[in-house]
């Protein structure tokens, strides 16, 4: 039974049976979330919150994240939500939740003061919790959540290895990276490594150069199949893979590899170039305090098109709709993302602030991070994506091209014919 049905009838239900009394407004709120490695941080601003407003916020942690998000859908379902929680999961759960009235449209709070508040934050942060007009979701337009950090994937490097392989500078085209990785080899350094086990980071890496090579207009035509993946531009994309095998850039086994474990082969010195995002910042001091290391894009193939990075929220809170306290959560919200808190935030758990007045206080790799927000883009705000079967067929297909068992133009027209296939089965069921 999809989520949105269940909190829609439940909700439905409860109203008719008028079993149940709403709750009044009330000095204290609470605060559902996944972030164990938040939950401290959270704990003293609350505390910090109390003594400024007289206001108790009572930061509640339910991990892991899976076991959080049952959670927050049996409550939804029975309909005892606090006042703030995250939603994890994909857009269009998010916007069952709003149409059942479980969110609250945090527009009029953000325009207010000039737009002072939505202003401060990463636009592409809120844009992961924003609904556009004429949205496939029938979501009324409006801002939706708040980001209390953001989170970019990118590429790193060890500044170390890349001295001991003769190189000065980190790659700035796919070509320079690509002869760097040659050098390292020839000193016995393993040049690349990522969790391309997980298909999720695949396929990340892999827009990066789809954008780069074709634009976004093409991708998603692509998508809405207008556009064949056996197109030159696609070849393009699935050529990347196959030049980084016949290079020897990958780590071996770097198609099963978790990305836990790949980050720790990078913090470890294991391997010169990692594909990762900014919250690796925390991992790696924890595995190595001592790593040196540095962030750039993906090295780009392409100067026709900017090379795009996955960029958008980290942690996102949403108010309550049925809650009586929405201004006071609202209020809370606000404080917490705004510049000294979100210092506070970024300094303690080494994650990139959702205020952008915040990063003067954020370390120099953090910062190199920061500086690839304004070129990010991420699936949650674009107009569609892909059929998730068609996905799955493509970041297959750029495993096998990795450890050699297809070619570029093989996994082109294996893909387009699942493509094919997908889209005959929604002709079918619109009849």
Known sequence: MRVGFAICTCIMLGALAGCSQPPRPSNKLVLWHWMTDRQSALQKLAQQYKQETGIDVDIQLFAPSE?????????????????IYGILDKKSIVADFIKAGLVTDLTPAMEADGGRWKNSLFSKALADKSFWPGNIYGVPPGIYGVPIDVTNEQMLYNKKLLAKAGIKSPPQTFDEFIRDARMLRRVGITPFVSGWGELWLLDCFASNYAFNIMGPEKIFATFRGQVKYTDPDWIRVFQVFAQLRKNGVPMDGIVTKGN???????????????????????????????????????????????LMIWGSAGSTFVVNGQSPNKDKAIAFLKWLTAKKQQVVLARQTNNLPSNREALISTSPVLSEFA????????PNIWPLNEDPTVSEAFDRGLQAILIGEKTPEQVAAQVEQVKEQQMAKKREQER
């Not at 076991?67 to 006042?83: E, G, H, M, N, T």
């Not at 750039?296 to 026709?304: C, D, K, N, R, Y």
């Not at 500086?371 to 991420?378: A, E, I, K, N, V």
Request: aromatic share 12%; glycine share 6%; hydrophobic share 40%.
């Open 67 to 83: 076991a959080y998000s049952q959670k927050i859908i049996a409550a939804a379902q029975a309909d005892v939500l606090p006042d």
């Open 260 to 306: 836990k474990y790949a980050e720790q082969d990078f913090a470890l010195g294991r391997a010169a170039f990692a594909f990762d995002g900014s919250w690796c910042v925390n991992v790696y001091h924890e595995m190595n305090p001592n790593l040196d290391y540095g962030v750039i894009p993906p090295p780009p193939v392409s100067t026709e098109y900017p």
């Open 371 to 378: 500086q690839g927000m304004d070129r990010s883009t991420h």
